[in-house]
């Protein structure tokens, strides 16, 4: 599975961002799909994910601000982020996983960075 994000960019604080991931190669075997995000000296951290079946979760510093979604026939994922603060400037991933073989795959990370 290889994933392509895009979307990232600089936003003043109260402003949105929407990123996108699209995947190709093995995608009949993702699981789950979703976006991680790290900070500049923290651990990655998980901002949102949802299932085949559409269902969601979310980090509770994003809930309420950002919607992830997804379109299988499209085979791509977005992430609407909405009233973001500075606290959520971090490189944002694109992750699918696979749960029957318990394997993620990383597409590389988009810099999104929120000024105050």
């Known amino acids: 599975v290889q994933l392509q994000a895009s979307g990232g960019g600089l936003v003043q604080a109260g402003g949105s961002l929407r990123l996108s991931c699209s995947a190709s190669?093995?995608?009949?075997?993702?699981?789950?799909m979703g976006w991680y995000r790290q900070a500049v000296g923290k651990q990655r951290e998980l901002v949102a994910t949802?299932?085949?079946?559409?269902?969601?979760k979310y980090a509770d510093s994003v809930k309420g601000r950002f919607t992830i979604s997804r379109d299988n026939a499209k085979n791509t994922m977005s992430l609407q982020m909405n009233s973001l603060e500075p606290e959520d400037t971090s490189v944002y991933y694109c992750?699918?996983?696979?749960?029957?073989?318990?394997?993620?795959?990383w597409g590389r990370g988009t810099l999104v960075t929120v000024s105050s």
């Open positions: 190669g093995s995608i009949f075997s993702i699981s789950s």
């Open positions: 949802i299932t085949t079946d559409g269902s969601t």
């Open positions: 992750n699918a996983r696979n749960n029957r073989l318990r394997m993620d795959y």
